[in-house]
Nanobody, 124 residues
Framework: VQLQASGGGLVQAGGSLRLSCAAS????????MGWFRQVPGKEREFVAR????????DYTDSVRGRFTVSRDNAKNTMYLQMNSLKPEDTAVYYC??????????????????WGQGTLVTVSS
């Protein structure tokens, strides 16, 4: 599976961005997907997860109600709509694929494939 994240950029606090993650190499609708983020000096943090059909989602508490994860299986693409952005949302955002799908997890070590990351910077 190859993943390509895009859509990052610089935005003022309170603004919005939409990240995209384009997938190839395996039937997209056969696996769950997730978004993670990382700032220098810190571990990679779970942000959101979406099931293979898009029917089930999960969020870390700090983004729940502000971020929305979705997917379009016809376009082999996952999205992260980020609203009401805060400076503490500044990070490199990564998309990931859970191909094995043993369990519904937020542990980055259990995701099998990763995109290259896209930088989101929120200014105050």
């Amino acid at each position: 599976v190859q993943l390509q994240a895009s859509g990052g950029g610089l935005v003022q606090a309170g603004g919005s961005l939409r990240l995209s993650c384009a997938a190839s190499g395996r039937t997209f609708s056969s696996y769950d997907m997730g978004w993670f983020r990382q700032v220098p000096g810190k571990e990679r943090e779970f942000v959101a997860r979406v099931s293979r059909t898009g029917a089930r989602t999960d969020y870390t508490d700090s983004v729940r109600g502000r971020f929305t994860v979705s997917r379009d299986n016809a376009k082999n693409t996952m999205y992260l709509q980020m609203n009401s952005l805060k400076p503490e949302d500044t990070a490199v955002y990564y998309c990931a694929a859970d191909v094995r799908g043993f369990m519904w997890t937020t542990n980055p070590q259990l995701f099998d494939f990763w995109g290259q990351g896209t930088l989101v910077t929120v200014s105050s």
